[in-house]
């Protein structure tokens, strides 16, 4: 990551310089217009140094433990402004921005809210530079800094050196290796010479829209998305891939890959199950205070889809979407359809808890229930959800037929990031329609 160089100091200052001085192409009352470079630093970076003549120049690269993501901004008239994420195909716009000044500092300031997620970038500007951090606000004082730069379309970095090798396709792999509990996971992954995107599939869901770039035997992929902030670096070494992954600043492991087409994971269908002699039920109230009842009238005759899930989950979302966008494009279907979700959320106030439900729910555009129902921690979604056996992941949707029999139990979810997710829709249709036909 880092050349070593005793010449060449002119050049390199020049090649900064003139990076740094990138400015829009059209004028700007606010936020300078166009594309940024973000980084959220995971740890600060600090200089490696061998001896005390070691000279290191850091040539269009990026530094070690800091996630890169690029977004753009885009003005609606002269004050008005959005955002847009990007990773890979994925599109993330945010429209709910404070902009102010900082009187104290002389400097304007903005908030991007990630409403759904409970978090928020806060940057000071500076013409073409922000200064700030990444602050989740339903953790207990979880910041990262962060920083961005106008006019640098790069996500790691803008050099070409010639891949090793081209690693599109799917790997198996396994998560942990450096302990005892290994995670099963399989690695999609689209190589366009040095552009690289994909996932990675898990038994309990997916890292959703990785994007980044292979140079030389290394690579790098991350995501950014207001929820999660992912970072992969792997090397390729033959046939097989080893690398390390990051989740923002609390969460580092080893992984490994390799080629293997008969690699499987377990079948969602069968990991999580419903006891003998056990039936679900629940009486809760909605953020809107209707109370909500299994078994109940209200439901009786209807196909039920109860789904275990957190707002603080890209996974969850992904499925929200999805449940919303089956029932707007299958009306017929939706009246034999009763949705519910059971929200396990980080907040310790209830009465918070149902204050956000409410604006997540109108923020989505969701048309089915969403009720609190506890903390965000498995084994209280297995206490609440007893007649299962476990809950192992959110989400988790639970599919009941017309007569009150549990008819499928899905643990996780494969997004659009996924090769599974066309496959998830055609079978979801298809049980849906075998239900609602069924006396």
Known sequence: MYKYLAAGLLFTFLAAH???????????????????????????????????????????????????????????????????????????????????????????????HFPEYQSYLHAEIRGGVMQGEWVVTSKENYRIPFYAHAGRDYRFTPLTELPEANISGQWA??????????????????????????????????????????????FWLSCFDGAHAFLFSGSIKGDSLQGEFRSGKHYR?????????????????????????????FNLKTPEGRTLAFPSKDLDGKIKIFTVMGTWCPNCRDEQVFLTKYLQQNPEAAKDIAVVAFAFERHKDPALANAHLLEYKRKMGIPFDI????????????????????????????????????????????????????????EFSTLIETLRKAQ
């Open 173 to 218: 792999a396994l998560f942990g290796t450096e302990t005892a509990d290994l995670e099963k996971a399989i690695g999609e992954f689209k190589q366009d010479g040095n552009h690289l995107e994909g996932t990675f599939r898990t038994e309990t869901g997916d890292y959703r829209f990785l994007e980044g770039t292979v140079q030389g035997r290394k």
């Open 253 to 281: 492991t080893l992984w490994t890959a390799w080629r293997d087409p008969g690699f499987q994971l377990g079948n969602p269908d069968s990991l999580t199950q419903l006891k003998k002699n056990t039936d679900i039920s």
């Open 18 to 112: 003139l990076s740094g001085c990138l400015t829009a192409e059209s004028s700007f009352t606010r936020v300078a217009p166009g594309i940024w470079r973000g980084v959220l630093e995971l740890e600060k970076f600090r200089i490696p140094v061998n001896d005390k003549d070691t000279v290191i120049l850091i040539t269009d690269q990026f530094k070690e433990n800091e996630l890169p993501f690029n977004f753009e901004v885009t003005y609606v008239d002269n004050e008005r402004f959005y955002v847009e994420i990007f990773n890979g195909t994925e599109r993330i716009r945010l429209d709910s921005i404070q902009y102010g000044r900082d009187r104290t500092r002389a400097r304007d300031t903005m908030n991007i």
């Open 371 to 426: 009720v609190y129902a506890g903390r965000s921690d498995k084994d209280e979604a297995s206490r609440f959800f007893s007649a299962l056996n476990k809950v192992i992941a959110f989400p988790t949707m639970i599919i009941i037929d017309k007569q009150n029999k549990v008819s499928r139990i899905h643990t996780g979810f494969d997004g659009p990031a996924t090769s599974r997710y066309a496959d998830f829709e055609k």
